[in-house]
T-cell receptor, first 115, second 111 residues
Framework: GAVVSQHPSRVICKSGTSVKIECRSLDFQATTMFWYRQFPKQSLMLMATSNEGSKATYEQGVEKDKFLINHASLTLSTLTVTSAHPEDSSFYIC???????????FGPGTRLTVL | EDQVTQSPEALRLQEGESSSLNCSYTVSGLRGLFWYRQDPGKGPEFLFTLYSAGEEKEKERLKATLTKKESFLHITAPKPEDSATYLCAVQAGGSNYQLIWGAGTKLIIKP
């Protein structure tokens, strides 16, 4: 199966700072990647669709200026949480569809804690 | 409106006690139905993709089935390591890979 990695797995930062999370497809190319956030005991909430070489598509209610997405290559998408606040603390997960398949493969997730 | 509902919300079983998880869906043109397993603090792990009514897939103690309105994830003689949250998602036709998620079923297998 396709492998997706995320870095870092865990980050703690102070309020007002920015945090960058990387999502990589390790053994396949992904023109599209997805970013989700997940609160405790809740299901996944799609934040945005990341498209290689073009602007990301954000879901309703997600601030594009706060959650900056860059998909600069076919194997890397980054999510930057700008001026993070405690309410941004969450579990962020990325995914990518595998080659010639509709199945999405997920990264291991990044736990963000904003103090 | 496209929607996915999973039941029960939580299920506690004794080791070896078989049961089923349900995923009901309404979607305009099903492109695929997906089952994932998620352990605490980790990303979802892919289990199965089902595309058409009548399709079945198996993996170890798990078997997924699909009808025009719902999918079942049958677990036979479960072990404690099968404890996890099981997520169901559907992809509508023309949706560019976007998934509609159920809330999940938390499965606890007691030894």
């Amino acid at each position: 199966g396709a492998v997706v990695s995320q870095h870092p797995s865990r980050v703690i930062c102070k309020s007002g700072t920015s945090v960058k999370i990387e999502c990589r497809s390790l053994d396949f190319q992904a023109t599209t990647m997805f970013w989700y956030r997940q609160f405790p005991k809740q299901s996944l909430m799609l934040m945005a669709t990341s498209n290689e070489g073009s602007k990301a598509t954000y879901e309703q209610g997600v601030e594009k200026d706060k959650f900056l997405i860059n998909h600069a290559s076919l194997t890397l998408s980054t999510l930057t949480v700008t001026s993070a606040h405690p309410e941004d603390s969450s579990f962020y997960i990325c995914s990518a569809p595998g080659l010639a398949t509709d199945t999405q493969y997920f990264g291991p997730g990044t736990r963000l804690t904003v103090l | 409106e496209d929607q996915v509902t999973q039941s029960p919300e939580a299920l506690r079983l004794q080791e070896g006690e078989s049961s089923s998880l349900n995923c009901s869906y309404t979607v305009s043109g099903l492109r695929g139905l997906f089952w994932y397993r998620q352990d605490p603090g980790k990303g979802p792990e892919f289990l199965f993709t089902l595309y058409s009514a009548g399709e079945e897939k198996e993996k170890e103690r798990l078997k997924a089935t699909l009808t025009k309105k719902e999918s079942f994830l049958h677990i036979t003689a479960p072990k404690p390591e099968d404890s996890a949250t099981y997520l169901c998602a559907v992809q509508a036709g023309g949706s560019n890979y976007q998934l509609i998620w159920g809330a999940g079923t938390k499965l606890i297998i007691k030894p």
